[in-house]
């Protein structure tokens, strides 16, 4: 089961020599563990300088989303002591790739600006829906076809043009709220290839 997740684990002893790791921990410290090295003890070496365990196995101070770099990756680390009956046995420190959390929460971000930007032109379709049928109840079809046409051609120009050019939805979603924004202020952006 602990092959199975994704953060690294790293388990130590109450000496700070490690007694188990798991295979994305290893894949995140770029270190096989070798037929002769069942002991791990070139890993408990190099794994106290970096991590220092000694204060979560001295008195049981957790350590929370530290940043540290390994091997030119940037790692969130998170150690904590092993208790039996009271007394500290040991530690585990848990980590992940930042770089990985980093994209995650720029992907969510951009996620969280295409809904705003879908909700904004819910509200916006819904006011023009409103235009259309106050034009249809005064019987002014001529305003309400040119009211339709200067609307889609709008729509064609600013938002169905930029969704046929980009992939992305989060770059779709982050470039579809700037365009509302400014059209909100009186402004008009212009994108060019």
Same mark, same amino acid.
């Given at each position: 089961?602990?092959?199975?997740?994704? $953060?690294?684990?790293?388990?130590? &002893? &109450?000496?700070?020599?490690?007694?188990?790791?798991?295979?994305?921990?290893?894949?995140?410290?770029?270190?096989?563990?070798?037929?002769?090295?069942?002991?791990? =003890?070139?890993?408990? /070496?190099?794994?106290?300088?970096?991590?220092?365990? =000694?204060?979560?196995?001295?008195?049981?101070?957790?350590?929370?989303?530290?940043?540290?770099?390994?091997?030119?990756?940037?790692?969130?680390?998170?150690?904590?002591?092993?208790?039996?009956?009271?007394?500290?046995?040991?530690?585990?420190?848990?980590?992940?790739?930042?770089?990985?959390?980093?994209?995650?929460?720029?992907?969510?971000?951009?996620?969280?600006?295409?809904?705003?930007?879908?909700? $904004?032109?819910?509200?916006?379709?819904?006011?023009?829906?409103?235009?259309?049928?106050?034009?249809?109840?005064?019987?002014?079809?001529?305003?309400?076809?040119?009211?339709?046409?200067?609307?889609?051609?709008?729509?064609?120009?600013?938002?169905? =043009?930029?969704?046929?050019?980009?992939?992305?939805?989060?770059?779709?979603?982050?470039?579809? =709220?700037?365009?509302?924004?400014?059209?909100?202020?009186? /402004?008009?952006?212009?994108?060019?290839?």
């Amino acid at each position: 089961m602990l092959q199975s997740i994704k $953060e690294g684990v790293v388990a130590v &002893d &109450d000496r700070g020599e490690v007694t188990l790791i798991n295979d994305a921990a290893q894949e995140l410290l770029n270190y096989r563990k070798s037929q002769d090295d069942e002991k791990l =003890s070139t890993l408990s /070496h190099s794994w106290s300088q970096v991590v220092d365990v =000694s204060e979560v196995l001295r008195d049981g101070t957790p350590r929370r989303d530290e940043e540290i770099t390994i091997k030119d990756r940037l790692l969130l680390i998170n150690t904590v002591p092993v208790r039996s009956n009271g007394v500290i046995i040991g530690a585990i420190s848990t980590f992940r790739d930042k770089t990985e959390v980093r994209k995650l929460m720029q992907r969510l971000d951009g996620l969280v600006n295409y809904a705003d930007a879908l909700r $904004e032109r819910s509200h916006e379709f819904m006011n023009k829906l409103h235009v259309i049928l106050g034009l249809l109840h005064l019987k002014s079809y001529k305003q309400l076809e040119d009211y339709i046409l200067k609307t889609a051609n709008n729509y064609q120009e600013e938002i169905g =043009s930029l969704l046929g050019k980009i992939k992305s939805p989060v770059i779709a979603g982050f470039l579809i =709220s700037k365009i509302n924004r400014a059209t909100d202020l009186g /402004h008009t952006l212009i994108f060019k290839q």
